[in-house]
């Protein structure tokens, strides 16, 4: 079992939010059909960034890590070898979905 650590990017104000879960393509659904009353106000969302974890504790701890990021350093995130999607995107553009 994997463990994600995703930032998303509102397409209307280009703010990120920040979480862990399970199952990232179904967790991104979830932003963009208003099932988060935080996310659900700057919908539509995209995937900006993605990470991997065997444990949740891992993940937990990331995420928090996260959280404490400017806007500036979650943006270098996006080219960063940690970022999953580039190597998702490399492999199987359909798998990400938009």
Known sequence: MHY???????????SFYKG????????????NEGWSNYTSRKIPWKLVHLEVYATKAEALKREVVLK??????????????KNCLNKLAE????????
């Open 91 to 98: 492999r199987n553009p359909q798998s990400l979905g938009d």
């Open 20 to 31: 862990f879960t399970l199952d990232f393509n179904e967790r991104i659904k979830q932003h």
């Open 68 to 81: 404490k990021y400017s806007h500036k350093q979650i943006e270098s995130l996006r080219t960063s070898p």
């Open 4 to 14: 994600y650590v995703y930032i998303i990017e509102s397409l209307v104000d280009g």
